[in-house]
């Protein structure tokens, strides 16, 4: 497609159990970025990629949370024994070789993943 | 730090009127500061940057304001149409390599 694709869409889980989402970016989009988006709040940073490197970890909340990305394309974020406080959507974006540092950044449309 | 300060958290204003949000940050090395917009249940959107080279920048309606010295920044819709209804939040970023630090965001609503 020609924009980025996230799944699932949604994802109802229980606490305890682990998740995986993933992130289908821009073809061609060099730098991936993962964001959460609690209800009603703001973009929590929580990883960023440059090609298959993750030069910038410090967003992620715990050592429960982890993120790798192959073939300087598909992403995956994992959530390991899932809590109810990890409620929220979680945002992709990727963005193009000129625009590492500074520029446009292209979300998905978001995994919203539900805690019970 | 890295905390983008966002005001007003919500904007009310009749269809017609001009809207203001503002952000102030805290960064001196910031150099870029995008705006994105966000519907309701959609992704956000880059609707208007502007980089530190530059005290302001327009595109139709909307325009953008940066302030340096007092590391603040602020959005313009003129001639607000309820289409215009969404969360707007802010960002910056240039400090940090491939980073943005995002605002809380503003929830405008327009009433026709």
């Known amino acids: 497609g020609a924009g980025v694709s996230q799944s699932p869409s949604n994802k109802v889980t229980e606490k305890g159990k682990d998740v995986e989402l993933r992130c289908d970016p821009i073809s061609g989009h060099t730098a991936l970025y993962w964001y959460r988006q609690r209800l009603g709040q703001g973009l929590e940073f929580l990883i960023y990629f440059q090609g298959n490197s993750a030069p910038d970890k410090s967003g992620l909340p715990s050592d429960r949370f982890s993120a790798e990305r192959t073939g300087e394309s598909v992403s995956t974020l994992t959530i390991q024994r899932t809590q109810q406080e990890d409620s929220a959507v979680y945002l992709c974006?990727?963005?193009?070789?000129?625009?590492?540092?500074?520029?446009?950044?292209?979300f998905g449309e978001g995994s919203r993943l539900t805690v019970l | 730090g890295e905390n983008v300060e966002q005001h007003p958290s919500t904007l009310s204003v009749q269809e017609g009127d001009s809207a203001v949000i503002k952000c102030t940050y805290s960064?001196?090395?910031?150099?870029?500061f995008p705006w994105y917009k966000q519907e309701l249940g959609k992704r956000p959107q880059l609707i208007i940057d502007i980089r530190s080279n530059v005290g302001e920048k327009k595109d139709q309606r909307i325009a953008v304001t940066l302030n340096k010295t007092a590391k603040h920044f602020s959005l313009h819709i003129t001639e607000t149409q309820p289409e215009d209804s969404a969360v707007y939040f802010c960002a910056q970023g240039g400090s940090t390599l491939g980073r943005l630090y995002f605002g809380r965001g503003t929830q405008l609503t327009v009433w026709p």
């Open positions: 960064d001196s090395a910031s150099n870029y």
């Open positions: 974006a990727s963005s193009p070789p000129h625009a590492v540092t500074t520029g446009e950044l292209f």
